[in-house]
Each structure stands twice: as structure tokens, then as C-alpha cells.
């Protein structure tokens, strides 16, 4: 894949300009501590550095010791007092939103270290860390392989250690957590297998150091799989933060102006509304649209490589849509992003599809949509199966929610931001709201032309299965579904009642316990989106631009869009 060439387009730059997000702060004591807070927090979680581009900490894995836990929780106390300082302070506009995310950057850590201890109570903390924190070095192209096999030794090393500590942390961890934490340490001790080989084979002088850290690091990742079968487990309900803790992290996280009762009304709402315009729009299309499928030449030479160029082909196409259309603006320093086959050290924890972003930090911005693998041997029904999907471009779809216009594009721009703070920040309800907004968005725009009804009856099955995990999310944070409810709740909802949609929901809801928040940032960021959309068209009235709404929005990195009310210029309607 290309390397990025780091010019700004004369576009991007007015842009940037327009709506501040590399103004230098006027205020240099502010600027100093958003450093020291970033600094702080960026060094007590490497793993997460990593991923981010940050590459000072690569060696290790998080001091999750009762001392490290404890100075860290000192610290953030203290920073919080410090930011007290600057509640009334005549900031700039632009370090004001800095003020608030910095806030709730330090309020997030403390929830996690102090309020819901995740560190005692989630075993997938340390899976993810001990995964993560090698793939993530296999991944960056920060510098050569040759140079990052030394941090990958270091932190392969480190494994041992790490989970030791780890079974000193965890007490009565919910009965889920125990289950996941086993079936995806064992993926990631055959993920730890499979690049050692990799790269003892690149790497043949360095095979028997290789061999020896992988096998010590496996051995404890194994002891660690048999400690937790040993561990006396909670309730089965124990996995829920609790309703003040939920409505903490809307409030402080996403900036939410109503708390969980509230969500769960809307959930609800949005459910009936998603369901009935579902069911409705079926009905349509079975009396309008049921002509039959067309028949499809497929040539006698249509091929694998054919399947997978295509997938890139479709990437490139959906790029340009976005620049034709007046969509959006595409600056000249966004990366590609290579749709690849999941590398086979990865297949055991990847499954359909997978968009892995560049680090916002990294100078090298390598980005990967990773597709299932195409068999060498499909047969002639397989090949004209994918040729037929080929020809009606069923790629879409999963190119705009996770290239372009949705993950990919948004986590570049919000990455080319200047200021570290706005770099720094991940906000689901941005990340997860765009992309889902995308789908409809890229509709209405024209992508599937006057009408293509499966595209359209997807999206409207989308937004209903997000409106359900709205519902979920609540219910089993405050205690009111334990996770098997909750599975027989979504099945009968939204109408799985095959085998294979069952255990989709049962490893859906695994997720969802691990996660609070995350499975209503969808919705939620959509809709939030859709208001600021609707305020700038008051505002704009026939002056608006679309392209210009898109580039203001996405110029500011990933920020709650909540906060984007200000920086927009735009008035809530009452």
C-alpha cells in the first residue's frame, strides 16, 4: 500500500481554518497541563498507546498492581483539581472543548480504576492486553519489522508477569466473563503461535529467542485459561455497573443531558418506530419487487483475484462518489485503505469483515479492510455465486460503514487534527454515530441510485436492530436483564429464531456486557448527528451545503457530536 504524502490540499487547510482545530491555545499553562494529563494517561495505558500511534511505551503492558492502580488514581484526583482552575477561565472557544474533553478523559479513567475497577473484575482486560499489545506492533508500520521485533519479544516477555498479577486482581468475576475470557485466550495463544512462526521465519536468527518467549508466554496464557476455570465467579447479574455508573458515563462521556430512565424511553421509541417502518417497507417490496432474480452471463474466465480486486476497485469507486457528488471533502493526505484476505494469524479472532485504523499518532498511516478469505478451490456454483455478487456490487454496503465515508475516512480526519487532544480522543458515539448515519446518508445521496429496495430494507433492519441495542444496553448495565434474558428478549424482538442467529446473539450479548455504553453510542450518535444536520439547514437555508456540514463535523476529530453544537455555531431547537 502507498505511504501517505503528507501535503495539505488548499481545501483541507480552509477548512481547518474555518473551524479552529489547529489554532495554537493562548493560554500556555492550560497547554501544559493537557500535556502532563495526556502523558499521564497515555503511560499507564501502552497497550492503547500503541494502537494509538504513541510509541515511548511499546515494551510493556499496564501496571495494574495495587501500588501502580493507586498512584494512578492519586494523580488523576489531582488533576482534577487542577482543571477546576479553568471551569471559569477565559479560555478560547477551542480550549474550552479541550477543557471538557480533558475532563472527561480523566473522569473515564477514574470510573474505571476506582468506580467499576474493570481490573478486578474482567479477565478480558488482560486477554485483550496481552492480544493486543502484540498486534498491534505487528501491525504499525511506525518502523521496520526488524525494529519492532524487539518490542514484540519485550512484550511477549512481559506475558508472564502481567497475568501473574492478574490473578491477584480478579475476585468473583461474572460467570460471562470467565467464559469469554477463556474461548478468546485461546485464540489468542494460536494467534501467539502463528506469528512467532511468521516472523521466526523472517527472522531465522532470532527463531530459538522467538520460540523460547512465545512458548513461556503461551504457557502462562494456558495456566492462566485453567486459573480462571478454578475461580470462584460471581452473580450472574454481576457484570452490570449499575444505573448511577451508567448514567455517569452519559453524562461525562458522551455529554448526554439525560440519564438511563430516559435512554431506555428512547430506546423504546425508536424501536416501535424502526420495527413498524421495517415491516412496512417488507410489504412493499413484496408487492412491487418480486419480479424474480435476473439471470447473470458469467464468463468462463471470472476468478479469485477477480473477486478481490474488485473489493478494492468498489473502495476506490465509493471514494470518488463522495468528490463528484459534493459529498465531502476527501483531502489528498487520506490513506488509502488496502481491502486484504485476514491475514492467517489473525483468522481465529477476526470474522467477516474487519477495519483495522492507522494510529492517529503514527507518521506511517497503514490502514486494512480485511475481508474473509477467498478458497482457491471454489467450484463453478461458488465462483458464479460471487460473480453474481460482484455484479450487483454487494460490496457497498460494507465499504461505506467501514471505509469510506465511514470508519476509514473519519478516523483520517479526525487523526490530521493538530491539537494532540482532539488526536487522542475516541468517542463511540462519533465513531460508531457517523458510520451509521453513513449508510443512510450515502442512500439518500444517490450511491444505490433511485431505489434498490435490499439496500434500502438493510439500512431500515439496521436501525432496528441498533434501536434494540439501545434496550439491551440499559437493561443489562442497571440490572434488569441478566445476559440469557436478554438474548431471548432480542430473538423474539427482531425475529432470529434460527440456530445460527441465536448463537449470533449469544456472542453479541457477551460483547454487550463487557461494554456499557457502547452498543447505544450507535443510534444515539446517528440521531445526534441528524439534529446538528437539521439545525445548520435552519440556519443556512438555502446557502446550505452538505460538503460543507460533512467537512466541519468530521474537522474536529472524534469528539462527542454534543459538543459540536458550539463549535458549529449552531442553537439546540426548544
Request: proline fraction near 4%.
Amino acid at each position: 500500500m502507498p505511504k501517505v504524502t503528507w501535503r495539505f490540499s488548499l481545501t483541507f487547510v480552509l477548512i481547518l481554518m474555518t473551524y479552529g482545530s489547529v489554532r495554537p491555545s493562548s493560554n500556555q499553562s492550560f497547554t501544559r497541563l493537557s500535556g502532563e494529563i495526556l502523558e499521564t494517561i497515555q503511560s499507564f495505558y501502552p497497550v492503547r498507546s500503541t494502537g494509538m500511534g504513541i510509541h515511548a511505551y511499546d515494551h510493556r503492558f499496564t501496571d495494574y498492581s495495587s501500588k501502580s492502580v493507586n498512584q494512578m488514581v492519586k494523580k488523576l484526583n489531582e488533576f482534577e483539581k487542577q482543571l477546576y482552575k479553568y471551569k471559569s477561565a477565559n479560555l478560547t472557544e477551542h480550549d474550552r472543548i479541550n477543557y471538557q474533553l480533558l475532563k472527561s478523559n480523566v473522569d473515564g479513567v477514574l470510573l474505571d480504576l476506582k468506580r467499576i475497577q474493570w481490573y478486578k473484575k474482567s479477565p478480558q482486560l488482560y486477554v485483550d492486553e496481552v492480544v493486543n499489545g502484540v498486534y498491534y506492533l505487528v501491525l504499525s508500520d511506525h518502523a521496520p519489522l526488524a525494529e519492532r521485533l524487539v518490542t514484540i519479544i519485550s512484550r511477549m516477555k512481559a506475558v508472564p508477569t502481567f497475568l501473574a498479577a492478574a490473578k491477584k486482581n480478579l475476585k468473583k468475576p461474572p460467570p460471562i466473563y470467565i467464559e469469554t475470557a477463556q474461548e478468546t485466550m485461546e485464540d489468542g495463544i494460536r494467534f501467539y503461535k502463528d506469528i512467532s512462526a511468521e516472523l521466526s521465519n523472517k527472522f531465522p536468527h532470532r527463531a530459538d529467542e522467538l520460540a523460547r518467549v512465545s512458548n513461556q508466554a503461551r504457557e502462562a496464557m494456558n495456566d492462566f485459561v485453567n486459573f480462571l476455570a478454578t475461580l470462584k465467579p460471581g452473580s450472574q447479574s454481576s457484570f452490570a455497573i449499575g444505573k448511577d455508573n451508567f448514567d455517569y458515563m452519559l453524562s461525562h462521556q458522551y455529554f448526554l443531558d439525560y440519564g438511563s430512565d430516559s435512554l431506555l424511553k428512547i430506546g423504546q421509541a425508536l424501536l416501535r418506530q424502526a420495527d413498524a417502518a421495517y415491516h412496512e417497507y417488507i410489504v412493499y417490496v413484496d408487492s412491487n419487487h418480486q419480479n424474480g432474480s435476473d439471470s447473470v452471463f458469467v464468463p468462463a474466465n471470472f476468478a479469485r483475484q477477480d473477486i478481490l480486486d474488485y473489493y478494492n476497485w468498489e473502495t476506490d469507486q465509493i471514494r470518488l462518489f463522495l468528490e463528484t457528488h459534493n459529498i465531502l471533502t476527501v483531502p489528498s493526505q487520506v490513506a488509502e485503505v488496502a481491502v486484504i484476505e485476514t491475514p492467517s494469524f489473525m483468522r481465529s479472532l477476526v470474522g467477516m469483515y474487519a477495519y483495522q485504523p492507522a494510529g492517529p499518532f503514527d507518521s506511517a498511516q497503514t490502514a486494512y479492510f480485511y475481508v474473509r478469505p477467498v478458497p482457491d478451490d471454489l467450484d463453478r456454483q461458488q465462483l458464479e455465486a460471487r460473480y453474481r455478487y460482484v455484479h450487483r456490487r454487494g460490496f457497498k454496503g460494507a465499504v461505506v460503514h467501514e471505509a469510506f465515508p465511514g470508519h476509514h475516512l473519519q478516523m483520517q480526519l479526525a487523526g490530521l487534527n493538530g491539537d494532540p487532544v482532539r488526536k487522542w480522543q475516541t468517542n463511540l458515539m462519533m465513531i460508531e454515530g457517523w458510520a451509521l448515519y453513513a449508510e443512510q446518508m450515502m442512500y439518500e445521496q444517490g450511491l444505490y441510485g433511485v431505489e434498490d429496495p435490499g439496500s434500502w430494507l438493510q439500512i431500515l433492519e439496521g436501525i432496528r436492530f441498533r434501536a434494540a441495542r439501545i434496550i439491551a444496553d440499559v437493561k443489562l448495565h442497571t440490572g434488569q436483564f441478566t445476559s440469557d434474558e436478554c438474548v431471548e428478549w432480542m430473538a423474539d424482538v427482531l425475529d432470529f429464531s434460527s440456530a445460527f442467529s441465536q448463537d449470533y446473539l449469544r456472542d453479541e450479548v457477551r460483547r454487550y456486557t463487557l461494554t456499557p455504553t457502547h452498543q447505544m453510542s450507535y443510534l444515539i450518535g446517528k440521531l445526534e448527528i441528524e439534529k446538528l444536520l437539521r439545525a445548520a439547514r435552519d440556519k443556512d437555508g438555502e446557502s446550505f451545503s452538505i460538503r460543507r456540514f460533512h467537512d466541519a463535523l468530521l474537522a474536529e476529530g472524534s469528539i462527542p457530536p454534543t459538543l459540536m453544537w458550539t463549535i458549529m455555531g449552531l442553537e439546540r431547537s426548544k
